[in-house]
């Protein structure tokens, strides 16, 4: 069988003191179309690897100042050359070295004197193997590499979920909850309270004249008096179960989790309040020089004969009093109406 000719790139570095064995393997390697380089001494191997990384080494042991086992230690000790085959050529042909030239590394071992044939069918089934752990290992990385790039897409398209989520239950102009999520948080909340036999409040806000802000100071500022207002609002309700919600136009809810009748209308009042500080101009208000707020307050402890409904309603008609009232304060629904 003809021996196949390697590729003319392959790099074999013969690591020998002995001239004639350097001559012969040279002569092989050359006659089968290697590229070789030699080194006459174990310390030389150094020097020679760090010029340019071989793809085979064949060392011999028994060299002065360093043989070839502490060559082979010193090359499998550091990462840059660990992975480099070394293939052993050596006259010691003891158990006891072969041995020893496995655990200090070695990819193979060949007693001298050698046969040509065996020695380059070792020399090309090491350069195959390694070639192909090269190329499987590449082959790993590209995989990785795809995994991890799946993996960013996953987790982008996680976030951009999440993100589609927010949206559909966010207002876009002021990124409060939206008038879908706020039938959510009621039903939630309502269902929570009538587990635990607590009371649910809500507070209808409505920013008082707001049609003549618009037709006073045009409609971008009154889209910025809108996201002004909210987080004024927002601010105002601090506590992680409460939930503050777009109506719609002008008008805002809040759901106030186990909030019984005398601290909603505190709540009412200081939300009254912070939108008042605000201190935004408005001329065409009857209630006052600047933008304010109508609040109507309700408390409900929900029942079997009771619905969410009920709530809003008794929400609205405090909002309708607050109006009627002159604007621009808090009214709590009568203790009657939510008994």
């Known amino acids: 069988m003809k021996t196949p000719i390697a ?3 392959t790099d074999i570095l013969i690591v020998d003191d002995n001239p004639t064995n350097l001559d012969l393997l040279s ?3 050359e ?9 006459t001494s174990g310390r030389a191997t150094f020097g020679a690897i760090a010029a340019a990384r071989p793809d085979l080494v064949l060392l011999d042991i028994s060299m002065p100042e360093m043989n070839g086992y502490e060559v082979c230690e010193r090359l499998k000790a550091d ?5 480099i085959p070394i293939l052993f050529l050596s006259a010691l042909d003891e158990p006891f070295d072969k041995v020893r030239a496995f655990d200090v ?4 071992y060949i007693g001298k004197p050698f046969q040509i044939p065996e020695v380059m069918a070792r020399i090309e089934h090491q350069l195959a193997r390694s070639r192909l752990e090269l190329d499987l290992e590449r082959r790993n990385q ?4 795809k995994n991890a790039a799946l993996l ?4 982008a398209l996680e976030q951009a979920n999440r993100e589609l989520a927010r949206l559909t239950v966010t207002d876009p102009l002021t990124g409060l909850a939206n008038r879908r999520r706020i039938h959510e948080a009621i039903d939630e909340e309502w269902r929570r309270a009538l587990r635990n036999r607590e009371p649910v409040s809500a507070l209808m806000i409505d920013i008082d004249c707001f049609k003549l802000f618009n037709d006073t100071y045009g409609h971008l500022e009154g889209d910025a008096c809108l996201r002004s207002v909210s987080e004024a609002i927002r601010g105002s309700t601090r506590r992680a ?3 503050v919600g777009r109506w719609g136009g002008e008008e805002f809810l809040v759901i106030l989790s186990g909030m019984g009748r005398d601290d909603a209308g505190r709540q009412g009042e200081r939300i009254r309040s912070a939108v008042e500080s605000l201190a935004i101009p408005h001329q065409a208000s009857s209630a006052a020089s600047v933008v304010t707020v109508s609040v109507g307050a309700a408390t409900v402890v929900p029942g079997e004969q009771r619905e969410p409904n009920q709530l809003l309603a008794k929400a609205d008609q405090a909002l309708y009093r607050a109006k009627a009232q002159g604007r621009n304060r808090s009214v709590s629904a009568e203790e009657r109406q939510v008994e």
């Open 241 to 243: 179960g409460d939930v």
């Open 152 to 155: 960013r897409l996953s987790e």
């Open 79 to 83: 990462p840059e050359t660990a992975r």
């Open 142 to 145: 590209e995989l990785a590499d």
């Open 105 to 108: 590394g070695a990819a193979d």
């Open 27 to 29: 002569e092989v390697l």
């Open 7 to 9: 590729p003319a790139d």
């Open 31 to 39: 006659g089968h179309g290697y590229r070789y380089r030699v080194a």
